[in-house]
């Protein structure tokens, strides 16, 4: 049989919502160790700004010691630095959740892998002289528009404590994948934040504030928060690092297989520490084997690709389970913890399969 | 605000499968009358296959008096007819069925409208000369491979009564959408059944045998049949007409709005019949409202158009139902009917939103 559409045959984004617009990766139909940028995930609060001369210099102020505007040919100029990572909604899966939650439904793929190559944000904050009173500091993007929660126009805003705006690896982004960051991904500068959640990493940055307090922002505040009870704001906390997850990419969910050897294959990351091991399970969790993984020990932030050769000989019905335990000792839950707006979903992964 | 990609930002294909290859349409994000052919959704059973010389020549044989081969270009050269007809795979919305069925996880979008020209098969089976024993219409497409539930290899084959066969909407298409039909879609000849779900309509149309009994193909008695038990096969029926049904486009499900005035839009289609109504309802089916229909009378097989402005001040949470009657006297169920394959899910359309 020979199919001529065979390397023709393509696949898309899932379409969310077009304005602002929200697609996500087709995440079980991309295996290349980069997320090629034409597939890596869209998502947006607001429309696509629409970029001024400003957007090419990038401010800081606040509680520093000299303000300072770095043009975006300066920043290109300075001693740079790559990093691979996986850049993921905090929303990813959210569609999971039971009971169900609103916003937008993201299946499996609002996360992708990038190379972001840009110059530490420490660096810039030294230069422009941190002062002791720092507590946070607060990255404004170029988008704005209106809420549904409140009256008014808000500008996208978010904070990071002064500790992780330090790290090393925290950088103020121009290149994804060896190219200009696209518009869509907020050229010319992006916040990338390893190991948050990706609403740190803010796109079209374009001002930078040093605060002594705690940053109030409503995508600081009431968005990116975990609510652990449906009616009221009690036991909640702020959305930060990457919860350790893993997919099955193939067999996709209610899939119909033949009898034989099947290769199931899927990804695996953590925001603390590296994946250390990704187990499977073909009886509902009650003997798993490992997986073989796949990593590139260089890049801490990546995630890892898994692999398991599955020789099936009898029919039936199957759930196939993925768990991804990481280097700082968590471990995929059996039941996500259920959060009002459906953040950092996590469970255990399950495609239910049925050999013929 | 302006969005400097507003017009430039387009939705996707849902992808389910690229080999073979099953992409669902963005149903909630287009509203043309006309689903694009860029839109149209992409359904197989198969690889695509190779098309040689022979596939320009449609043959028929089997229960007739002479055997026949029409090349392509005289079928284009013969008295056409122009079929706008909605196009849904009887899997359509089989992820909503709830236990879970085995098979493609179809949302919304595997149903497409599209304008069809082509011959009245009639007037190739007069042509042939029907004999009095003919009882069944056999179409064979070009496309062929194995399944996961029999040894060997097997070409899509489907089969109709004489009597849908011979009616004067049945044709042998050769262009969708003013345009000879794509490659993907059944290049160069389609067979095209309006009202029954898609399976009917066999691409890449190679050969058509008239037989004196019922057709036993895998398509037509193993697949595209209502099983309405898990375990045994009793009260099985086969699929055949499109059952009545709407889905709401905006808002999608899980959406969270402001509160004020809402275009609440869809559309809604039905096998038998022309629908002549589609209710709403916002209060989990207490109370029901006419939405506005909008559609082409000249057309009784596409679809309608159907809107509503909800005007709503009071936050909360709403579920929001739609629900279409035809004029065949079916209107949508409040659960659909289960069977084991997954086929004709016609439940009323619901969306949960939140007003804040």
Redo the contacts between chains.
């Keep these: 049989?020979?199919?001529?559409?065979?390397n023709r045959?393509?696949?898309?984004?899932?379409?969310?919502?077009?304005?602002p617009?929200n697609?996500e990766t087709?995440i079980?139909?991309i295996r290349s160790w980069i997320t090629p940028t034409e597939y890596f995930y869209r998502r947006n609060h607001?429309?696509?700004p629409?970029?001024t001369s400003n957007s090419f210099l990038l401010q800081i102020n606040g509680e520093i010691k000299d303000e300072m505007v770095f043009p975006y040919r300066y920043i290109k100029s300075l001693p740079a630095k790559e990093v691979t990572m996986v850049l993921e909604c905090s929303g990813n899966k959210r569609s999971r959740f039971e009971p169900?939650?609103?916003?937008e439904?993201w299946e499996d793929g609002a996360v992708s892998q990038g190379i972001w190559k840009g110059v530490p944000l420490h660096k810039l904050l030294e230069a422009a002289g941190l002062k002791s009173t720092a507590v946070e500091v607060v990255f404004e993007g170029l988008d704005?528009?209106e809420r549904?929660?409140f009256n008014g126009v808000f500008r996208y805003a978010r904070s990071l404590p002064v500790e992780k705006a330090m790290h090393p690896d925290t950088i103020i982004a121009y290149q994804l994948n060896n190219k200009p960051i696209p518009?869509?991904h907020g050229f010319p500068l992006r916040l990338v934040v390893p190991q948050w959640y990706a609403m740190a990493s803010v796109k079209w940055l374009n001002r930078i504030t040093v605060i002594d307090h705690e940053f109030k922002g409503p995508f600081q505040t009431v968005d990116y928060v975990y609510y652990p009870n449906k009616d009221d704001d009690s036991g909640k906390k702020p959305v930060t690092t990457i919860n350790v997850d893993s997919i099955i990419q193939k067999p996709?969910?209610?899939?119909?297989?033949?009898k034989g050897l099947h290769e199931i294959y899927g990804i695996a990351w953590a925001g603390k520490g590296v994946i250390e091991e990704v187990e499977l399970s073909f009886d509902k969790g009650l003997t798993w084997v490992n997986a073989e993984l796949y990593r590139d020990k260089r890049e801490p932030y990546s995630w890892v690709f898994w692999k398991y050769r599955w020789d099936i000989k009898q029919s039936g019905?199957y759930t196939i389970m993925s768990r991804a335990r990481d280097s700082a000792g968590s471990m995929q839950p059996s039941k996500a913890e259920w959060n009002r707006k459906g953040y950092g979903y996590n469970a255990v992964y399950t495609a239910?399969?049925?050999v013929?």
């Design positions: 049989m020979k199919d001529p559409f065979e045959t393509k696949p898309y984004y899932k379409t969310h919502s077009l304005h617009e697609q087709p079980h139909f607001f429309p696509y629409d970029l169900e939650v609103y916003g439904q704005y528009g549904t929660d518009y869509r996709t969910e209610y899939s119909i297989l033949d019905e239910e399969v049925k013929e």
